[in-house]
C-alpha cells in the first residue's frame, strides 16, 4: 500500500501525559498538512511542511503542540500536558506539486 | 477569515431520488474540493474543481463551480444506500499553502 500511513490509530492517555504521534507520507510528496478533526466537524488546519521546512502554523497550535518532519519525509506531532479538550482524530495528508491532498486513516486520541 | 458553509448539515433521502449540497465560501479562491468520509474512517478525495464553470462527475455524483458567485454544488442523482456519508467542501486559501478551510459536512443518509 502506498498511501498515507498513521501511527497509532488509537491512543487513549491521562491528562497531563504527553503523546506524539507519526505520520508517513506518500513516497516523494513533498508537502505535509496536519489536520485535527473534532466529532461533528470538518478537519481544521494545524500546520503543513514542505520538505522539512516547517511553513505555517495555526493559531490553534498551542505551546504544548510541536510538529517536526526531519529529512523531510515522515512527520511527527507531539502534544504536551495533554488536555481533555486536545481529544480528536489527527489527520495527516500529503500532496506533490498537484493540488490534491491524501489523507491517511488518522490517529484518534482520547485524553481521560 | 475564511468561511466555508455547507447546506444542509443532515440530509435524509430515499433512495432514487435526487438533491443537491451546497457549499458557499467567503474567498476568491478558485480551487474547490469535495470529501467523502464514512463513520470513523479517513477523507477520501472526490473532485478538485480549479476554474470557474468546473463541472466533474463520478458515477452519481456530480460537483460545480461558480466562484463568482463563490458557491460550489454537489448533485445526486438517483441515490443509493451506497452513498450514505458525511460529505465535506473545502477551500484553498489561494495562497502557496494549499492548507484547506472545510465545512462542517453534509450527513447524507439514503433510506431505502
Known amino acids: 500500500d502506498t498511501g498515507v500511513s498513521q501511527d497509532p490509530r488509537h491512543k487513549i492517555t491521562k491528562r497531563g501525559q504527553n503523546v506524539t504521534f507519526r505520520c508517513d507520507p506518500i513516497s516523494e510528496h513533498n508537502r505535509l498538512y496536519w489536520y485535527r478533526q473534532t466529532l461533528g466537524q470538518g478537519p481544521e488546519f494545524l500546520t503543513y511542511f514542505q520538505n522539512e521546512a516547517q511553513l505555517e502554523k495555526s493559531r490553534l497550535l498551542s505551546d504544548r503542540f510541536s510538529a517536526e518532519r526531519p529529512k523531510g519525509s515522515f512527520s511527527t506531532l507531539e502534544i504536551q500536558r495533554t488536555e481533555q479538550g486536545d481529544s480528536a482524530m489527527y489527520l495527516c495528508a500529503s500532496k506533490d506539486t498537484g493540488p490534491r491532498q491524501y489523507f491517511g486513516p488518522g490517529t484518534r486520541l482520547t485524553v481521560t | 477569515e475564511l468561511k466555508v458553509e455547507q447546506n444542509p448539515l443532515f440530509l435524509s433521502m430515499q433512495e432514487g431520488k435526487n438533491y443537491t449540497i451546497y457549499c458557499n465560501y467567503s474567498?476568491?479562491?478558485?480551487?474547490l474540493y469535495w470529501y467523502r468520509q464514512d463513520p470513523g474512517k479517513s477523507l477520501e478525495s472526490l473532485f478538485v474543481?480549479?476554474?470557474?464553470?468546473a463541472v466533474k462527475q463520478e458515477g452519481r455524483l456530480m460537483a460545480s463551480l461558480d466562484t463568482k458567485a463563490r458557491l460550489s454544488t454537489l448533485h445526486i442523482t438517483a441515490a443509493v444506500h451506497d452513498l450514505s456519508a458525511t460529505y465535506f467542501c473545502a477551500v484553498d486559501s489561494g495562497a502557496g499553502s494549499y492548507q484547506l478551510t472545510f465545512g462542517k459536512g453534509t450527513k447524507l443518509s439514503v433510506i431505502p
Open positions: 474543481l480549479l476554474s470557474n464553470g
Open positions: 474567498t476568491t479562491s478558485d480551487r
